[in-house]
């Protein structure tokens, strides 16, 4: 299951920066959660639902930037979930400050879709929430 999960993410970073975002949604359970700490520092929460969500958290993001890529560098599997560390470079679609920022996310997968998918600020705090301490 390791490297299907490891496959599914990197196909979900391949969707967002093609900016796919129909399949992007579609990578997705119908029912997944996805909690973002970039969105939780603007509406406070952070948190999405099932594909509704997911088309509300988009909406959201394309409001707040002009341009955001992400490039995943390092791939860690651990059985159903996977930690991505990556670069996110940004620009704020009002302020048109550029943002380049080391973050991981940690996705988790059934059937070869995202049930849960969280983000943090450090690698070390991914790897800590998908049980995997270095």
Sequence with gaps: MSQESVDAARAQYERWNAGDMEAWIAGFDPNAEYVSSVMAGLDGTGAYFGHAGLRTFVAQYREAWEHFQLEPGEFIAADDRVVVVMQA???????????????????????????????????DEALEAAGLRE
Aim: proline share 0%; net charge positive.
């Design 89 to 123: 470079l940004g620009r704020g679609r009002e302020s048109g400050i550029v943002v380049e920022h080391e973050f991981a996310h940690v996705w988790t997968f059934r059937n070869g879709l995202a049930v849960r998918h969280e983000s943090y600020q450090s690698r």
